[in-house]
């Protein structure tokens, strides 16, 4: 994957240089914007933004770089800035504004270009971040499984799905589909993540799939607070007449009126004992029976792997 550069000033004379210093990445490319223009070259999603400070006009660098904090789509995306204000205390008010790197000229080269490809490395190792709920994604689910998996503690498996929730999507759209998605990954955190719990972890597998790895006891505690709090805030998703109704009416592909319950929420709980499991698959595919499990009773709910090691 080619990962772009923005580089933003208000007179192309850095860029040209950047191009030729790194002529020979074919895996990394510049485009260059005016402040003016910013917000639409940002809807692009560079995978990296220089800004030269020396070269802006119209705008001072903080404002910039609070334009680019302040879009979505482009809260993580890393800045670096250049500058030839050698103040300490000009560079500490750039960094304080979320700037990952402040370069101060005359730069060198070398470093310049280690810097540039160290940072878009780990931007190919956070590719496995969700960028809609910025938990880790399946990549780092399954390091984190396997680590504790070897480590030969007892742990448990939380897995989490939303229920009727592509009716809900086809009723009220994606975007809405998303801040449900998003509302019910702070729910977790908050439950999971609690001040006597800071060793356990949480990902998103992908859609409205998450799990959990907590190593304390008290799952069920935790679930048992996870679902009600679900169950009270989910109802700000729906319109007053769903609320009372208590379902939605969807047309299927014939035209015909459907019944689905209000979206709630499934939890799939696995137990692993040491020597219980040989690998991740094995958590996986029983993680999966008991979400089912839980899946099919009416409204949210939790069920729990307790199986013996044998």
């Given at each position: ?28 490319s510049f485009k ?35 334009i680019i904090r ?219 029976q008991i979400k ?19």
């Open positions: 994957m080619v990962h772009e550069v923005l580089v933003v000033e208000d007179e192309e004379d850095i860029i040209i240089e950047l191009k030729e210093l790194f002529k020979s990445d074919k895996d990394i260059c914007s005016n402040t003016d223009q910013i917000n639409d070259y940002l809807l692009d999603i560079p995978s990296l933004i220089l800004i030269n400070e020396d070269k802006i006009s119209k705008h001072k660098l903080i404002e910039i770089c609070q302040n879009n979505e789509d482009n809260s993580i995306t890393p800045i670096i800035t250049m500058t030839s204000n050698t103040s300490i205390e000009h560079k500490r008010e750039i960094l304080k504004n979320e700037v990952e790197y402040c370069f101060t000229k005359p730069i060198d080269n070398c470093c310049f270009v280690y810097t540039i490809h160290n940072i878009l490395r780990l931007i190919d190792v956070n590719r496995g971040i969700s960028p809609l709920t910025k938990l880790p994604g399946n990549i780092p689910i399954q390091s984190e499984l396997k680590r504790r998996l070897l480590k030969g503690k007892d742990f448990s498996v939380l897995y989490f799905d939303l229920d009727n929730f592509k009716a809900y999507n086809d009723t009220y759209g994606f975007l809405s589909g998303d801040e449900i998605i998003k509302q019910t990954a702070k729910i977790i955190i908050k439950n999971v993540n609690s001040d006597e719990n800071i060793h356990n972890f949480i990902g998103h597998i992908g859609g409205d799939d998450f799990v959990a790895l907590v190593s304390n006891k008290n799952y069920e505690e935790i679930c048992q607070n996870i679902i009600l709090e679900f169950d009270q805030k989910i109802l700000d998703y729906f319109s007053e007449e769903d609320r009372d109704r208590g379902y939605l009416e969807v047309p299927n592909r014939k035209g015909i009126i459907e019944e689905f319950p209000l979206v709630s929420i499934s939890i799939g709980i696995v137990e692993v004992k040491k020597g219980q499991f040989h690998n991740v698959l094995e958590i996986g595919e029983i993680g999966a089912h499990l839980a899946k099919v009773t009416p409204g949210s709910a939790y069920a729990i792997n307790r199986r013996k090691v044998i």
